[in-house]
């Protein structure tokens, strides 16, 4: 394993933690400021609407910059971000801090995974990206619990005083271990800089995997939203037994990102259709057996596992079709976030129209039913003689790979 990569999963790891983190964080950070539940909840939402901002802005706007120098920057972004939440004296300068560490999100792990995947050779570039998101995977499950255990005994403030070190130790780790020039752009990219970016959007099956990459993290996290009530309200399991259940899950992501990134090498869009699948599956069934806990131990951790096997293949595909772009593997991590905030939406209305708190489920099921018909339709099309010249011609971000 190259040690950049390494370097990029650290950054990825404290992106996730102070993404994650403030949930276990919310009544204490609430109180501090003497503000509202709701309004403390802004601080997750703010966070998740800077990131698909971000994403796309601080992309097109580093486009002709060296890759390397911008994950450095973005890092740095992401440390001051997170030292003025942790000094904030008030709530505003505390909303400041969690857009500032957002805004560094999406750009981060799109022009990471291009630079992830030139580390390696052509035929483990997926694997390469699944190292990478491994730090957020595992952030995931550690980000609640630890957030919460560091408020606990020492106030939330050092909780964020230690994501910040994070960031310093993956900023020093980028920038003695990621080589200069990797990831840089293939010559369709380099010749004309940012318009090049956009002119990537003009093929379709960007598109279609900008939309699977959309409504199969809104199906997972449209039903991942309000599993605490499913777990409590239906399956009959205590608050304090949520927090490990939760763990469970992301068992699950860190289980499916590694299993997912290994399969897409091998077999890219046929792994991409069976994982969407199989979250589809795995929802439809928890619905109707969410009254059993020891179903429900499984499926939340075949749910995570399912749900994140796409994302390695989703990252790869998307920038093959768009000739290395970082502007679109950003654009992917917008798509997620959307995603996300859709499926949050719909299975919050299938709660308020009086369905129970299985209906996310069958919501989120639904969601990536619709999802799977996309990659069906996306990996057929691939298959037809004018995409397969199109594949043939696309950049692989690797030295002496195909141009």
């Not at 857009?99 to 799109?110: D, R, Y």
């Not at 050092?158 to 920038?175: D, R």
């Not at 772009?325 to 939406?345: E, H, K, R």
């Amino acid at each position: 394993m190259p040690t950049g990569l390494i370097a990029l999963a650290i950054g990825g790891f404290g992106i996730g933690l102070t993404e994650f983190l403030i949930a276990g964080l919310l009544p204490q950070v609430a109180a501090s400021f003497a503000v509202s539940e709701a309004a403390a909840g802004r601080l997750i939402s703010g966070y998740a609407l800077s990131v698909a901002v971000g994403a796309i802005v601080l992309t097109a706007a580093t486009a002709r910059l060296p890759r390397k120098g911008v994950l450095v920057g973005l890092v740095a972004l992401f440390v001051i971000g997170n030292l003025l939440s942790a000094v904030a004296p008030g709530y505003s300068v505390m909303m400041a801090g969690r857009i500032v560490a957002a805004l560094c999100h999406g750009s981060f792990f799109g022009i990471g995974s291009l630079v992830a995947r030139s580390l390696v050779a052509p035929e483990r570039k997926s694997r390469a990206v699944a190292v990478m998101f491994g730090g957020l995977t595992l952030a995931n499950v550690l980000g609640v619990p630890f957030g919460a255990l560091v408020g606990e005994r020492w106030g939330w403030r050092a909780a964020f005083w230690a994501v910040t070190a994070i960031g310093v130790l993956a900023l020093a780790g980028i920038v003695a271990l990621v080589p200069g020039g990797a990831g840089e752009g293939g010559p369709q990219v380099a010749a004309g800089g940012l318009w090049a970016q956009f002119r990537a959007f003009r093929s379709w099956q960007v598109w279609l995997t900008l939309t699977a990459t959309a409504l199969g993290y809104g199906g997972m996290f449209g039903a991942f939203s309000y599993m605490a009530y499913t777990f409590t309200e239906v399956g009959g399991f205590s608050a304090a037994d949520v927090a490990w259940l939760l763990m469970v899950y992301g068992v699950g992501l860190v289980s499916g990102n590694v299993i997912g990134g290994r399969a897409a090498d091998h077999d890219r869009d046929r792994t991409l259709v069976l994982a969407l699948l199989g979250l589809t599956v795995t929802m439809a069934v928890f619905g109707l057996l969410a009254g059993s806990a020891i179903a429900s131990v499984v499926l939340i951790f075949l749910m995570g596992l399912f749900g994140f096997a796409s994302v390695p293949g989703m990252i790869t595909r998307v920038t093959d079709f768009a000739h290395g772009a970082p502007l679109a593997a950003s654009a992917n991590v917008s798509a997620s976030n959307i995603g996300n905030a859709l499926g949050a939406w719909l299975g919050g209305l299938a709660i308020t129209a009086g369905l129970g708190y299985t209906a996310p489920l069958y919501v989120g099921a639904g969601i990536a039913l619709t999802s799977t018909v996309v990659m069906v339709v996306a990996a057929r099309l691939a298959l037809h003689p004018h995409w397969r010249r199109k594949r043939s011609a696309s950049w692989e971000g690797e030295p002496g790979g195909a141009v």
